[in-house]
């Protein structure tokens, strides 16, 4: 959604390998889309959106009949065609949330299909106690938004119940957002204890 994207590719040559002069600028999209479209040869033409598009959003592309080859003969008619960008979703997080003790120096990692709006994500975000009283922490994003990592400020208390939410209202830079909840539920590791010994309590040592 926020890269380059292959948006027209002809079957003849269209552009000339050195034209003189603009080359014709083919496509249109609706609703208007900002960005700078160019020919990577005699055939293919790309369009790199200048921010990214919003989720969940339909385009239409058209083509003009205009559009002529190097021999001069133009499209039959206008090609047009629609497509619909992907919604903002979770993708991974880490740690799971499958019962296993929580260490408790353990971090949040949180991971979405798209580029995503710094600002609404850690205003969705929190790390809870079993009170629903925050655990504070500080945030750290990769470089292209898709992916942060939420470390506590102190280490978590023993065998105790937490959550880590994101509310629904976490979004894309283009305001679409998750639209449902993701609530992770973990449990933190308890105090040191001996689980066991060998021999047992009572027990007999056979090898001397």
């Known amino acids: 959604r926020d890269e380059l994207f292959r948006i027209l590719e002809t079957r003849r040559p269209v552009v000339a390998l ?69 919604m903002p979703r979770v993708a991974e997080a880490e740690p799971a949330s499958d019962g296993r003790a929580l260490p408790l120096d353990a971090t949040v990692r949180i991971a979405f299909n798209q580029s995503m709006d710094r600002a609404s994500v850690e205003r969705a975000f929190a790390l809870v106690n079993a009170s629903g009283a925050m655990v504070d922490g ?9 992916e942060f990592t939420y470390t506590p400020s102190r280490r978590l208390d023993y065998d105790t119940a937490y959550e880590a939410r ?14 449902s909840p993701l609530i992770l539920a973990y449990r933190s590791a308890g105090r040191p204890a001996i ?8 027990g007999q040592k056979d090898n001397w």
Request: aromatic share 8%; charged share 15%; net charge negative.
């Open 18 to 86: 050195q034209a003189d002069g603009a080359p014709p600028a083919p496509l249109t999209l609706e609703p208007a889309v900002e960005g700078k479209g160019e020919w990577l040869d005699t055939g293919i033409f790309v369009f790199r959106p200048t921010r990214p598009l919003p989720g969940g959003q339909r385009l239409t592309a058209t083509v003009a009949a205009e559009l002529k080859d190097l021999t001069g003969a133009p499209l039959d008619q206008p090609f047009t065609w629609s497509f619909t960008t992907a």
């Open 138 to 146: 500080a945030f750290a994003w990769n470089e292209t938004s898709t």
């Open 166 to 179: 994101l509310a629904a209202s976490a979004s894309a830079p283009g305001g679409s957002s998750l639209g």
């Open 195 to 202: 689980v066991s010994s060998k021999p047992s309590d009572g």
